[in-house]
């Protein structure tokens, strides 16, 4: 997966709990993006990242959190106010944001609420 | 709403045969590009075709693009069990940096 690294593959939340997905890449890439996926669906955009430090909201940014305080990292946190958190979570990078760039993806983390 | 659609939703051929999903998409787009996911896992980048392209190969691959219609089409040439995986079709638009996925094509590649 092109040096990207996400954990956990699995990951349980109780009702009420914040959890936090990992996403490092090593591949010096400066814009970094999270993704949703459901069942038979495409890739929604939660949040994207184009430099340390700052970060944009995406279509479905509600319930969620981010932060990027190193170029290798961006970690999301989904939080209790997300009311429906089951899905599929993809990180990906690209070396910048420009139109023509193409997306490198980490193997996803599986979220269930328990 | 999906910039991009895929079509069939789900695409069942025998090993060898060629396999085409289509892609149609809303609104002007400087480029469309082709991903591919195998089950569970993270997507993979495939081609690129810029808005002033007409058809693109990469080995297997071949990719049209027609901006009248507002579609495209990923050809896949003698197909192998191994390509079995989701293919997803992705436009940016304008000035945007970012990607907007279609829903994909479960393609099946029976041996």
């Known amino acids: 997966d092109g040096g990207i690294t996400q954990s956990p593959k699995y990951l349980f939340r109780k009702e009420g709990q914040n959890v936090t997905l990992s996403c490092e890449q090593n591949?010096?890439?400066?814009?970094m993006y999270w993704y949703r996926q459901d069942p038979g669906q495409g890739l929604r955009l939660i949040y994207y990242?184009?430099?340390?430090?700052?970060?944009q909201k995406g279509d479905i940014a509600e319930g969620y959190s981010v932060s990027r305080e190193k170029k290798e990292s961006f970690p999301l946190t989904v939080t209790s106010a997300q009311k429906n958190p089951t899905a599929f979570y993809l990180c990906a990078s690209s070396p910048q944001t420009g139109i023509e760039e193409k997306l490198f993806f980490g193997s996803g983390t599986q979220l269930s609420v328990l | 709403s999906q910039q991009g659609e895929e079509d069939p939703q789900a695409l069942s051929i025998q090993e060898g045969e060629n396999a085409t999903m289509n892609c149609s998409y809303k609104t002007s787009i400087n480029n469309l590009q082709w991903y591919r996911q195998n089950s569970g896992r993270g997507l993979v980048h495939l081609i690129l075709i810029r808005s002033n392209e007409r058809e693109k190969h990469s080995g297997r691959l071949r990719v049209t693009l027609d901006t009248s219609k507002k579609s495209s089409s990923l050809l896949i040439t003698a197909s192998r069990a191994a390509d079995t995986a989701s293919y997803f079709c992705?436009?940016?638009?304008?000035?945007?940096?970012?990607?907007?996925f279609g829903s994909g094509t479960q393609l099946t590649v029976l041996p």
């Open positions: 992705a436009t940016a638009i304008g000035s945007a940096r970012q990607l907007t």
């Open positions: 591949l010096n890439h400066d814009a």
């Open positions: 990242s184009q430099i340390v430090n700052d970060f």
